[in-house]
T-cell receptor
Framework: DAKTTQPNSMESNEEEPVHLPCNHS???????IHWYRQLPSQGPEYVIH???SNVNNRMASLAIAEDRKSSTLILHRATLRDAAVYYC??????????????FGKGTKLSVIP | DTEVTQTPKHLVMGMTNKKSLKCEQH?????MYWYKQKAKKPPELMFV???????INESVPSRFSPECPNSSLLNLHLHALQPEDSALYLC??????????????FGSGTRLTVV
């Protein structure tokens, strides 16, 4: 199964950009890259996802390497509310037309005031 | 309505009890999911329903029984659970039938304690 590798933890200063890396060297051509974050005592929250091209939305940007073996989630200006565990996930084919998101260990982001 | 609503938020049950967790969404999403999350661990997929049919069962013990009565509602029936089943149970939904073209919307979970 294609899997992802992320650093266990990262720190960022408030109001500075944050680049969260993810390696997925065994990704296949149809695997979408999803990012979610989870705040303490809450369910995961969708952040962004993409296939090949870089993606932007109101929360973040997703930069995907040309060979698709790595990606980077970019928070343009970290706030204290961005402190969370960030999960990089691949959409994997499970057979019979079904796909699933299987969570890895994630990166715990701390934001320093 | 852009939410997935899970009830109850907290549940304590004995090992001989039967209880049910409920999940509801009114976004017209066609796939719904149950995940289990132990403390300080990532969520683990349990079941996937696509167009109201069970499409994935991740070898979950039969003491967990999912049900999808209609496209908006997903239940998880619990019976004869063990203390190690204590966890946060998360429900999610997605716009497509589980093809992963769209992001998932998660509920805030039901925190289950088995005594």
């Amino acid at each position: 199964d294609a899997k992802t590798t992320q650093p266990n933890s990262m720190e960022s200063n408030e109001e500075e950009p944050v680049h969260l890396p993810c390696n997925h060297s065994t990704i296949s051509g149809t695997d979408y890259i999803h990012w979610y974050r989870q705040l303490p005592s809450q369910g995961p929250e969708y952040v962004i996802h993409g296939l090949t091209s870089n993606v932007n939305n109101r929360m973040a940007s997703l930069a995907i390497a040309e060979d698709r073996k790595s990606s980077t989630l970019i928070l343009h200006r970290a706030t204290l509310r961005d402190a969370a565990v960030y999960y990089c996930i691949l959409r994997l084919y499970s057979g019979a037309g079904s796909y699933q998101l299987t969570f890895g260990k994630g990166t715990k982001l701390s934001v320093i005031p | 309505d852009t939410e997935v609503t899970q009830t109850p938020k907290h549940l304590v049950m004995g090992m001989t009890n039967k209880k049910s967790l409920k999940c509801e969404q009114h976004m017209g999403h066609r796939a719904m999911y149950w995940y289990k999350q132990k403390a300080k661990k990532p969520p683990e997929l349990m079941f996937v329903y696509s167009y109201e049919k069970l499409s994935i069962n991740e070898s979950v013990p039969s003491r967990f029984s999912p049900e999808c009565p209609n496209s908006s509602l997903l239940n998880l029936h619990l019976h004869a659970l063990q203390p190690e089943d204590s966890a946060l149970y998360l429900c999610a939904s997605s716009q497509d039938g589980g093809q992963g073209y769209y992001g998932y919307t998660f509920g805030s979970g039901t925190r289950l304690t088995v005594v």
